[in-house]
């Protein structure tokens, strides 16, 4: 059953595990298990350790992408078993692998591949140097933009997700500087992410050439569904336009903000965020529009009761 | 400025306690006005400024956010007493806030 009006947003590596996040879930464990398992033979043995409650592999930073990546696969097939097959799929960040699995564009095995090249580069290109990202909450682009230019700083907005929220990516020691007078500025939070990457910027640039040639070498179908690009909300509908977003999805700015506009603005009326976490959903409330955004646990055993449509 | 009257205090209580109950999940009857809002119920910063919203929404208040967010370096608000304190300034005195550490 093909929902017209419903998206899948996947979103990027998880920062916490919340206790028990898809309980309401009948059956996902078992597919969770599937899925990990598989993973854990095919790249991690250490995978299958994982468990929840627990802050497994969170200081971790790519096997904290394998594990959200593995839920979020696993939560599309748990809905496809349900029926549920949504319009569009979109990746947050480094959600992209889950969106390209979900569109049936890539094979679940050849996700975890992408990551870890996609991993390997990124740690080529940053070597010893320390990099990091924050969250602003509370100013605007222009605000954080004077900022950074007042104080000389070597940073670049990375991501928009509302108005008023932000991530910058950049040296640590300017990441550092930039909360700190953000906060005098005004904004209402301002804090470090638990990343030592300068993701979505052109720190990361160097990262194209090679991880061109490695994703040139992948097979990559049509998509099943339009993915919505994150950098200009583009649709896309070719394999080879997607090859293209993979690479430049490491080094490119997002705009999520945009993003969720331009898909309401196709008629999607509910979003699905496909993850453990829900800053997706709390976002949601600080773009305008009508849109529902719910967690993939606010489903119960009848989903299509609670997306609104009937079978 | 919005016109307090003896039942804003009383409203705006109510507001915040059902938004963290609902938001938190949490019990209403596990909340007062001591409880940490990071700490003991797991809230966030995007929860501060949807209430904020919420309160600029319902009482039409002309008061900038980067104005709140100055006035909140240097009153930072841990409990949710201390929240329904700030909203109740922030409903008095709007764009005006500052000028109170004056």
């Not at chain 1, 898809?22 to 468990?51: H, I, Q, T, V």
């Not at chain 1, 997002?254 to 699905?272: K, M």
């Not at chain 2, 999940?25 to 409880?35: F, G, P, Q, R």
């Amino acid at each position: 059953m093909w929902q017209k009006k419903l998206a899948f947003v996947f979103p990027p590596f998880a920062s916490e595990y919340p206790d028990d996040p898809f309980s309401n879930l009948e059956g996902f464990d078992d597919c969770f298990r599937k899925y990990l398992s598989r993973a854990a033979e095919f790249a991690d043995p250490s995978l299958n350790k994982f468990s929840i409650p627990s802050s497994t592999f969170l200081e971790d930073e790519l096997e904290t992408q394998y594990i959200s990546y593995i839920q979020a696969c696993s939560l599309v097939s748990w809905f496809r078993g349900k029926g549920i097959i949504p319009a569009y799929s979109s990746g947050y960040s480094m959600g992209i692998y889950a969106a390209l699995f979900q569109a049936e564009v890539i094979s679940f095995l050849d996700g975890l591949v992408l990551i870890r090249q996609a991993f390997k580069e990124i740690r080529k290109v940053v070597g010893n140097k320390k990099f990091g990202m924050c969250s602003i909450i509370g100013l605007n682009k222009n605000d954080i933009e004077q900022l950074i230019e007042k104080q000389d700083l070597n940073l670049a907005i990375a991501i928009q997700n509302s108005v008023c929220s932000f991530s910058v990516s950049g040296p640590a020691k300017d990441i550092t500087r930039l909360t700190e007078s953000a906060l005098q500025e005004g904004a209402l939070s301002a804090r470090l992410l638990n990343v030592t990457v300068p993701y979505h910027s052109s720190f990361l640039k160097d990262t194209a050439s090679t991880f061109t040639e490695f994703v040139s070498q992948m097979q990559f179908r049509h998509p099943r569904m339009p993915i919505v690009s994150l950098i200009d909300q583009e649709i896309l509908l070719e394999d080879n336009t997607l090859k293209v977003e993979v690479v430049r999805n490491l080094f490119t700015p997002l705009n999520w903000y945009e993003t969720q506009l331009y898909l309401q603005e196709l008629g999607v009326n509910r979003f699905v965020e496909c993850g453990s976490g829900k800053g997706i959903v709390k976002n949601a409330r600080f773009i305008e529009g009508e849109a529902v955004s719910m967690t993939a646990n606010a489903f119960s055993a009848s989903p299509e009761t609670q997306l609104g449509y009937s079978a | 400025m919005a016109l307090i009257t003896e039942n804003t205090r009383k409203e705006v209580t109510e507001i915040v306690y059902k938004f963290f109950a609902d938001e938190c999940e949490v019990d209403l009857k596990d909340l007062n006005d001591s409880t940490n809002i990071i700490k003991d119920i797991d809230g966030d910063s995007l929860m501060f400024l949807e209430l904020i919203e919420i309160f600029k929404k319902k009482y039409t208040l002309d008061i900038e956010l980067k104005t709140i967010g100055k006035y909140a370096v240097k009153h930072p608000v841990q409990t949710i007493g201390q929240l329904i304190d700030m909203q109740m300034l922030i409903i008095e005195h709007e764009n005006k806030l500052l000028e109170l550490d004056h």
